[in-house]
């Protein structure tokens, strides 16, 4: 029944993440914790988003914008490594609380009209960064590239691809110092593996859709996911 509810959980977080670039790994970090503990989850999430990205990638290779990308890595690279190595010993849940608030309030402010990011390098280098160490820390990483990616006022799709090539990239590094720590197990990578192809599932479906949505729209539509994403990490990390 385990297995059952995280493919479930599996494919809503790939159509969820598929549709708006983020928001898999804020639904399966919450769930994967309930059943493994945080020092599991992470791992697993890590490993099922690697793929869920990699689909992403190959299903929107050609719209890819390859300058981006690049420039948000020479920071978030370094700064995943960073994160990652402090992994084991951060106060996860607070941190988590407080980052979840801050997106709340980052979207209101985004759909209210009174957020715009200048559209430079130094945001996507610089965002890169921040984006790192929190997703090495965390395990959560997708609502910070993507306000940085939402300044690029790219098409619907080519948002998608490009913030997904930048994150399997940060993923693999993870992975890479997660195993340096001994936190990858079998049993890690056989949950991350069959989680991740419910994902990629979701990211196939999700990604024949959003094609046909205007640009403007998709960006609100966008804003108001990560409000409520953002509200269910934070309800699912305060203390009973």
Known sequence: MTNVILIIVGLLAGFLSGSVGFGGGMILLPVLTYFFGVEVAVPVSTIAQLMSNLSRVGLGWKSIRWKFVWQFLLLAVPFTV?????????????????LGCALILFAIQKLRGKMNLPHKPATMIVGGGITGLINGLLGISGPLSSACYLTLNL??????ATEATS???????KIIVYGKLN??????????????VAMMLGNFVALKLIGKI????????????MILVS???????LPL
């Open 82 to 98: 960073l994160g990652a190595m402090g992994f084991a010993v951060v106060p996860k849940r607070p941190m988590t609380v407080v």
């Open 155 to 160: 098409a619907a799709v080519s948002y998608i």
């Open 167 to 173: 994150a399997v990239v940060m993923h693999i590094v």
């Open 183 to 196: 936190l990858m197990t079998a049993n890690t990578f056989l949950h991350g593996l069959y989680i991740g």
């Open 214 to 225: 205007e640009n403007k729209i998709y960006k609100k539509i966008v804003a108001i996911v």
């Open 231 to 237: 509200a269910w990490l934070v309800m699912s990390n």
